[in-house]
């Protein structure tokens, strides 16, 4: 395990409650859509005429990317426990070099440095 990395087993832990977390997200936000749904589908809504259809559209998307994001979040996790298992946690895809230990704090399924993450950003 790279010392950059430190324990792997405490990066397994973070790794662990952050997948906890995003399904305890990814749960309450399938509700919440589940619900806009339902509430919609006991009233005749004509988006196009009424005030409020245009809202509750907007609140159902909104969710729904939210949703998604999380959804993304989960796969990122789960690939970077992957990646801990291999023994290539912690190391850039793109370049090789060590992910510092800051970012992979903030991002702990941070697959790629600083320098190669602003470069795919151009």
Do not use: K, W
Not at 22 to 31: F, G, K, V
Request: hydrophobic residues 40%.
């Amino acid at each position: 395990m790279d010392e950059l990395v430190g324990d792997g087993s405490s990066v397994r832990a973070r790794l662990a409650a952050d997948r906890e977390a995003t399904l305890a997200q990814i749960a309450a936000l399938s509700r919440d859509f589940d619900e806009i749904v339902a509430a919609n589908a006991l009233v005749a809504v004509d988006d196009e005429h009424d005030p409020e259809g245009s809202s509750t559209a907007f609140e159902r998307a909104h969710v729904a990317s939210l949703l998604t994001q999380a959804r993304e979040r989960l796969a990122d996790l789960d690939v970077a426990s992957e990646r801990l298992a291999r023994g290539e946690y912690g190391r850039c895809v793109d370049c090789g070099e060590a992910i510092p230990a800051e970012r992979l704090e903030v991002r702990p399924a941070a697959t790629t440095c600083v320098r190669c993450a602003e470069a795919h950003s151009r």
